[in-house]
Every structure is written in structure tokens, then in C-alpha cells.
């Protein structure tokens, strides 16, 4: 059994959904494990992740409208505001999304849906590098 672990860092320009797939199956690429199991690690509060259509843009500009209704940047609505009026809102966008995500591999690649890709759900309103760890384990 192999095991891999890898850095991936991502810069947001703010926030949006940013496909990360690519990139993950570039590194998943370098392995050369056939079977296994990816785990994507977003070491940060205020950002997620997501595995999300591909296909459609109108799929992210409405998961970006619905979080700005169901968590609006209200000053008034919030305690913690250290980095500003988006810093709480970030957190809780966090919360009711996810941090981690697991993704099968098969035949050496991603066991994504044809439509599928992971995406990087970047929560702040200014740009950010954010680190995803990839551990990977398999045969």
C-alpha cells in the first residue's frame, strides 16, 4: 500500500469557486497508484470545499447567490468582525459546506461523475493563497 501526501496551493481573486481539478489530477497523475482513495484537506476557516458540476456556469453564480441570501455580510447580524464585514459570513459559508472531501480513485484516475469536478469555494472577498493538502493512498 502507497501513501502520498502533497501541498497544493490555490490563489483566489476573491470570492467564487475555483476548479481545482486539474490540478489534483496532475499530482494524482505523478503516483502511479491505479486504486485508492484521495482525501482533499482545505487547511483553512473561511474557505471550503465542494465537488460541483462543471458544466453549467449558471451552477456556481447560483450556489454564489444562495450563500449571500442564506448568509448575508450584515455587520449587524455578527459579533466577530476582525477582518471586516465578510470575515464571519466566511466562516459560517464554511461550516455548512465542507472542509475535506474524499474522492475515489479507479483506473488511476478520479472517480468523478462525467459532470463533477473539485472545487476551491473561496468564502473572503479579497484574494487569498490558500493550501490544500492532498493525501493519497492506495496501490
Given at each position: 500500500?502507497?501513501?502520498?501526501?502533497f501541498n497544493?496551493?490555490?490563489?483566489?481573486?476573491?470570492?467564487?469557486l475555483?476548479d481545482?481539478?486539474a490540478?489534483?489530477?496532475?499530482?494524482?497523475?505523478?503516483q502511479s497508484?491505479?486504486?485508492g482513495?484521495?482525501?482533499?484537506?482545505?487547511?483553512?476557516?473561511?474557505?471550503s470545499?465542494l465537488?460541483?458540476?462543471?458544466?453549467?456556469?449558471?451552477?456556481?453564480?447560483?450556489?454564489?447567490?444562495f450563500?449571500?441570501?442564506?448568509v448575508?455580510?450584515?455587520?449587524?447580524?455578527?459579533?466577530h468582525?476582525?477582518?471586516?464585514?465578510?470575515?464571519?459570513?466566511?466562516?459560517?459559508?464554511?461550516?455548512?459546506?465542507?472542509?475535506?472531501?474524499?474522492?475515489?480513485?479507479k483506473d488511476g484516475?478520479l472517480a468523478?461523475g462525467?459532470?463533477?469536478?473539485?472545487?476551491?469555494?473561496?468564502?473572503?472577498?479579497?484574494?487569498?493563497?490558500?493550501?490544500?493538502?492532498?493525501h493519497?493512498?492506495?496501490e
Amino acid at each position: 500500500m502507497k501513501q502520498a501526501t502533497f501541498n497544493l496551493i490555490v490563489r483566489t481573486r476573491g470570492q467564487g469557486l475555483i476548479d481545482c481539478t486539474a490540478r489534483v489530477n496532475g499530482w494524482l497523475n505523478e503516483q502511479s497508484v491505479k486504486t485508492g482513495l484521495l482525501t482533499v484537506f482545505c487547511t483553512h476557516t473561511s474557505a471550503s470545499l465542494l465537488i460541483q458540476e462543471n458544466a453549467a456556469p449558471e451552477v456556481r453564480s447560483d450556489l454564489m447567490a444562495f450563500f449571500e441570501r442564506a448568509v448575508p455580510e450584515d455587520p449587524a447580524l455578527y459579533d466577530h468582525n476582525d477582518e471586516g464585514p465578510d470575515d464571519m459570513p466566511a466562516h459560517i459559508r464554511s461550516a455548512l459546506t465542507q472542509v475535506s472531501i474524499s474522492v475515489p480513485v479507479k483506473d488511476g484516475r478520479l472517480a468523478l461523475g462525467t459532470w463533477q469536478a473539485i472545487y476551491l469555494f473561496e468564502h473572503r472577498r479579497t484574494s487569498h493563497e490558500r493550501a490544500l493538502v492532498l493525501h493519497l493512498l492506495g496501490e
